[in-house]
């Protein structure tokens, strides 16, 4: 007995020591901190900002209490000092005054605690001497009264580089659904250090614009998705947008700088050979190398028979040239088309309802996001999928030698019991690869063949989190994914077109710099709803202050929707501890 007991007490130990050991070196789980709006403060002008001086205008003033909505958010944190963080997002706040949206401006210097809000110079309206210098100024006043698309990304050295497109909605051709006469063109702009010698003025001071490229006036041109990064050993600014000419293939474009933003190369295109090519993602490796990567199809213009994927470039000259696009991974995109049932991408109250009966915005842009890992020595994709049974997830895909094989692709966050997950984005740090997604597991009504939110009746609510996972090991195994909002939100609204129909954006950002992670997301928690009399379609989606509502806001124009806060749609933000 006593020989039995020892045994038993050595093994006891033993496995006590390997037990220590195992959680010694185990990654504890990453938390989310407070979720923070980082719209809807008081907006200030560039000349405010950067300290240069105190221009204001009555759009600047209105945009501090219209209370309207943005979407697509970026965010990038400042590698110098990871107290500075700064997002940019389409903003609606300009519509009344404007005509249309344009790229807000935000900026903390806290950590992603508090926010400073402004808009790129050159809007309409916009007299200060930033924007009358800005080469979007005359654009704007020939008509292209938008911007958006904001992507961002710095340097080592305290400026930021922040890009997006300025362009027309064009006019409607007919009755073919399409427009003409549109036109578009891509900027990038420089935000500098107020005061070189202090960290926490980095990207404060507007610095300029330039253009990138403008295409030819007429039906169906347009430029769209943008990615941008920046090589922090040399400082090179990368490039890379989607150009649309109104018929055959639509190109990727990419342009380069190598003197920090002041110039850049003649538009380089990447996707020869591929179709239907749109959502660049841009990843620096070492040594020269660049990857890009965005969603094509080869065999036809149109789709006919055609197969859609991952499209892959790299260049090892610093993007001097690239290699051959090819299809480094196939899957089939989820995209909300499959909740119509008449092949629209959004589906909202008469003219916009659907066959179906439900109310939903478009994420019909399913391109991969990626990310290169060069402490791992992997580059890493994400993309969503709809799986066999119509569900929509996320699946990855990682590669070893520079993208010239790829890993088959698998669940990011496997879920398979509940809920859809969409706008998928990536970044990586300090050999750790973070990743975000929108997620409807929290949905007690979610069934596979139903849009996120709606239950069988077509009535919505509020059940989508943003959730947040990451990888140690450069992308080839995933944490369990934890929520990152403190509140689901419901992304069918209807404060478009009218207030008949949602639009949510086309993506959301994580970024990174060591173990300071944050993230950004579009979100409807402000969004006052109305009350829908019985006998309307009670839908759930329909907003403050809408006549459906019995309300009397008839245009997003006027004043009317300022006090009823039903068309405030924010972009909120939460800092992330690995």
Not at 70 to 75: C, D, F, M, S, Y
Not at 88 to 115: I, K, Q
Not at 187 to 200: E, I, K, M
Not at 479 to 485: D, E
Request: with cysteine; charged share 15%; glycine share 12%.
């Amino acid at each position: 007995m006593k020989r039995v007991s020892f045994a038993f007490g050595a093994v006891a130990v033993v496995l006590a020591f390997l037990l220590s050991a195992s959680l010694a070196g185990a990654s504890p789980t990453p938390t989310a901190g407070s979720n923070v709006p980082v719209t809807d403060q008081a907006y200030v002008s560039a000349d405010v900002m950067g300290g240069t001086g105190s221009y204001s205008d009555g759009v600047l003033t209105r945009c501090g209490t219209d209370n309207r909505m943005q979407n697509e958010p970026t965010l990038a944190i400042d590698p110098r000092d990871t107290r500075v963080w700064t997002s940019g997002a389409n903003d609606y706040c300009t519509v009344p005054l404007t005509g249309d949206a344009w790229a807000g401006f935000y900026r903390s210097s806290d950590g992603g605690g508090s926010w400073t809000d402004s808009l790129l110079p050159g809007y309409a309206g916009d007299t200060s001497p930033q924007g009358t210098s800005s080469p979007l100024h005359p654009l704007v006043l020939n008509g292209s009264l938008a911007a958006g698309d904001p992507v961002q990304a710095w340097d080592g050295s305290g400026d930021l580089f922040y890009m997006g497109n300025n362009f027309n909605r064009g006019v409607l051709n007919g009755n073919s659904g399409g427009t003409r006469d549109n036109i578009g063109s891509i900027w990038v702009a420089t935000y500098a250090p107020s005061d070189p010698n202090d960290s926490l003025t980095d990207g404060s001071r507007y610095l300029r614009t330039v253009l990138l490229d403008t295409n030819t006036f007429g039906k169906g041109q347009g430029t769209d998705k943008t990615a941008l990064a920046v090589d922090q050993t040399n400082g090179n600014v990368y490039a890379a947008w989607s150009n649309f000419h109104g018929s055959a293939c639509n190109e990727i474009l990419f342009s380069r700088s190598t003197d920090h933003g002041k110039t850049f190369s003649q538009p380089l295109k990447l996707s020869s050979g591929v179709c239907n090519n749109q959502g660049p993602s841009i990843a620096i490796g070492t040594g020269g190398n660049v990857y890009v990567a965005w969603q094509g199809s080869t065999g036809g213009t149109f789709l006919q028979h055609a197969v859609t994927g991952a499209a892959f470039v790299r260049s090892g000259n610093y993007g001097q040239t690239f290699s051959k696009a090819t299809l480094a991974r196939i899957y089939t995109p989820f995209t909300s088309e499959e909740f119509s049932g008449n092949g629209a991408r959004e589906c909202g109250d008469p003219p916009f309802d659907c066959p179906t009966g439900f109310t939903f915005p478009r994420f019909d842009l399913a391109p991969p996001y990626l990310a290169a890992d060069n402490v791992n020595g992997t580059l890493v994709m994400a993309f969503q999928v709809e799986q066999p049974n119509g569900q929509g997830q996320i699946e990855y895909s990682y590669s070893t030698n520079g993208g010239t094989d790829w890993s088959p692709n698998a669940l990011l966050d496997p879920n398979p019991a509940s809920g859809h997950q969409f706008f998928p984005y990536l970044t990586a740090s300090g050999g750790r690869v973070s990743a975000i997604f929108y997620d409807s597991r929290d949905d007690p009504t979610y069934d596979p063949t139903r849009a996120p939110c709606n239950d069988e009746n077509g009535v919505t609510s509020a059940c989508v989190n943003v959730r947040y996972a990451e990888s140690s090991d450069g992308g080839k195994t995933w944490s369990p994914s934890i929520p990152v909002t403190d509140t689901p939100t419901n992304p069918d609204l209807e404060q478009f077109g009218g207030r008949l129909v949602p639009f949510f954006g086309d993506y959301i950002t994580v970024a990174a710099q060591g173990d300071t992670i944050g993230a950004v997301w579009t979100d409807q928690r402000d969004a006052a709803l109305g009350t829908e009399p019985s006998g309307t379609d009670e839908d759930g989606a329909d907003v403050a202050g809408d006549p459906e509502t019995g309300g009397t806001c008839t245009s997003a124009l006027t004043a009317c929707f300022d006090s009823t806060s039903g068309l405030d749609q924010n972009i909120y933000a939460a800092p992330i501890t690995p």
